[in-house]
């Protein structure tokens, strides 16, 4: 049972234009939520977090938007540019700073590409 | 960056042998992870530890062991490695259980 889905696989995007990355996730408990970029043959990057208790949270060209009702999460880079081009991995965990133990659910990833 | 090395980076190995990956950070943080990073599945929990010699299992521990003696390793066994465990294995660290950071991780193929 996937918990946190990203249903699409890839995305296209031209250079300048914007990147909407979307994560579905099915675990009310679920309190606090990333997204980590991940290049080739690297660990997965810190890219920007939000709580429950925010509905969006931007850091210079990443703005996560979440809401809660419909139980969904989307990353937004504004303007996407080549250096761009990764894989993008969305992930949940509960009660954060809680008895969780930070335990992280993810996504299965979607590859962005930002054309020239 | 935060200072976390895993070893070895690549390993082959043969089914039934024994193996041991190596997670080191000099972050001094409490909480380490391991994680294994398979096609379709994004990455998925093994075992996690919250301070020396205290661990637990993951999402998907069958088959593999932790140790943690001491703050800044973290050690994963596959008691006697699979086919299945083929996989590209990342380790975590976090300071208080919210932002987990990564490391460079370890291709193991068995063979």
């Known amino acids: 049972d996937q918990q946190v889905k990203q249903n699409s696989p890839s995305l296209s995007v031209q250079e300048g234009r914007i990147s909407i990355l979307n994560c579905d996730y099915t675990n009310s408990m679920f309190d606090y939520f990333l997204w980590y970029k991940k290049y080739p043959a690297e660990g997965p990057t810190f890219l920007i977090s939000i709580s429950s208790i925010k509905d969006k949270n931007e850091d210079g060209r990443f703005t996560v938007f979440l809401n809660k009702s419909a139980k969904h999460l989307s990353l937004h880079i504004v303007p996407s540019q080549p250096g761009d081009s990764a894989v993008y991995f969305c992930a949940a965990s509960p009660n954060a700073g809680g008895t969780s133990y930070g335990k992280l659910t993810f996504g299965q990833g979607t590859i962005l590409t930002v054309h020239p | 960056d935060a200072g976390i090395t895993q070893s070895p980076r690549h390993k082959v190995t043969e089914t039934g042998t024994p193996v041991t990956l190596r997670c080191h950070q000099t972050?001094?943080?409490?909480?380490m992870y391991w994680y294994r990073q398979d096609p379709g599945h994004g990455l998925r929990l093994i075992h996690y530890s919250y301070g020396v010699k205290d661990t637990d299992k993951g999402e998907v521990s069958d088959g593999y062991s932790v140790s943690r003696s001491k703050t800044e390793d973290f050690l994963l066994t596959l008691e006697s490695a699979t086919s299945s465990q083929t996989s590209v294995y990342f380790c975590a660290i976090s300071r208080n259980t919210d932002t987990q950071y990564f490391g460079p991780g370890t291709r193991l193929t068995v063979l």
């Open positions: 972050e001094n943080h409490r909480y």
